[in-house]
């Protein structure tokens, strides 16, 4: 590289690493509902570089059930710093992100998604690898409210 480039190129300021994606955290009282439902909305991204997506489901000891402790470390792993879309089956569990959202996740913006908890967390899963941002992430989550079987 000629000295006037190597010069013009030192002087420039450093180009910041691209924001990570949003993060999807699914919020089951079962473990393995969690889990095959995160793995489902992997599958069904179509790449094969998915934004994270992190069950949080059922008690630490694999009973059924809602732990704030498995929520808060769920959330941790998939953020990467573009905001985190909760996805929550019933009762309890919407109660527990709730309450955690009260308490605040240290800066990250943390959002319960008010949509159907498979075609939501695909939809949403699938607009958060393309990049899409919260409120794009939120926004397909809930139109999975809307799909039809017939």
Request: glycine share 12%; proline share 6%; charged share 20%.
């Amino acid at each position: 590289m000629p000295p006037e480039r190597e010069a013009a190129a030192a002087a420039a300021p450093a180009q910041a690493a691209p924001a990570g994606r949003v993060g999807i955290v699914l919020v089951s009282h079962s473990r393995e509902v969690a889990a095959s439902t995160a793995q489902l909305a992997k599958a069904l991204v179509g790449t094969g570089d998915p934004a994270p997506a992190a069950p949080a489901g059922g008690l630490p000891d694999g009973s059924v059930g809602t732990s704030a402790d498995l929520v808060r470390r769920a959330v941790t792993a998939a953020d990467q710093g573009r905001g985190v879309a909760v996805f929550c089956d019933m009762g309890s569990a919407v109660l527990t992100v709730k309450a955690l959202l009260a308490e605040g996740f240290g800066g990250s913006e943390v959002r319960i998604a008010d949509a159907p908890f498979v075609e939501g967390a695909v939809a949403a899963l699938v607009t958060a690898s393309a990049g899409g941002d919260l409120a794009a992430v939120l926004a397909a989550a809930d139109d999975a409210r809307a799909y039809r079987k017939l």
